[in-house]
């Protein structure tokens, strides 16, 4: 079945460091690919997706970049922040039928030491 | 806008009693869906739904039933609750990918059940 593999499962860097968190997919047919950002009990919410007809997207300090050739996707947070503690999850839309499903990677729990 | 809610925010069970888990959502989403959160393993898709009165399964659907009687609500039944079925149940919403407005999922603020 289709699934998607998110690297790596923690992540501790420096306050002002840059944090990079990589997914791969295995549907061919995904096209849509979110980012979740999950704060200690609080819900998941998006901070910013990429569709398979573009590269690149940037929005401030995250950008996230997308690679259909080789099935891979990553987010990059520039000059992190405390604030910017969480868990993180990639997420690829399944690509059959119109469902909107989406399948999640396991997350990425960043810790950014001040 | 209230966005996506749930009820309850907390319950326990003991092992065979029975539950049902509401989300209601304002936003006029065609889609919804039910997901548990237990860690490490990410988010996992329980059951959909595309449009009122329509439900499908996910990737683990066992243990639970869902039913959409109103486009605005969304409820996850468990009829006979288990210790495996301790987790954070997250339900979320979007738009219909027809719209072309893309498929954002809104998530709820999460039910923690605890089952003994």
């Known amino acids: 079945g289709e699934n998607v593999e998110q690297h790596p499962s923690t992540l501790s860097v420096q306050e002002g460091d840059s944090a990079v968190i990589k997914c791969t997919y295995s549907?061919?047919?995904?096209?849509?690919f979110p980012w979740y950002k999950q704060e200690l009990g609080k819900r998941p919410q998006l901070i910013i997706d990429?569709?398979?007809?573009?590269g690149e997207k940037k929005d401030q300090r995250i950008a996230v970049t997308l690679n259909k050739t080789a099935k891979h996707f990553s987010l990059h947070i520039t000059e992190t922040q405390p604030e910017d503690s969480a868990v993180y999850f990639c997420?690829?839309?399944?690509?059959?039928?119109?469902?909107?499903?989406?399948?999640f990677g396991q997350g990425t729990t960043l810790q950014v030491k001040p | 806008n209230a966005g996506v809610t749930q009820t309850p925010k907390f319950r326990v069970l003991k092992t065979g009693q029975s539950m049902t888990l509401l989300c209601a959502q304002d936003?006029?989403?065609?889609?919804m869906y039910w997901y548990r959160q237990d860690p490490g393993m990410g988010l996992r898709l329980i059951h959909y739904?595309?449009?009122?009165?329509?439900?499908a399964k996910g990737e683990v659907p066992d243990g639970y039933n869902v039913s959409r009687l109103k486009k605005q609500n969304f409820l996850l039944g468990l009829e006979s609750a288990a210790p495996s079925q301790t987790s954070v149940y997250f339900c979320?919403?979007?738009?219909?990918?027809?719209?072309?407005?893309?498929?954002?999922?809104?998530f709820g603020p999460g039910t923690r059940l605890l089952v003994l």
């Open positions: 979320a919403s979007s738009y219909s990918t027809l719209a072309g407005r893309g498929e954002t999922q809104y």
């Open positions: 549907d061919s047919a995904s096209n849509y």
């Open positions: 990429i569709r398979s007809n573009v």
């Open positions: 997420a690829a839309s399944i690509g059959t039928g119109n469902t909107g499903k989406l399948i």
């Open positions: 936003m006029n989403h065609e889609y």
């Open positions: 739904s595309v449009g009122e009165g329509t439900t």
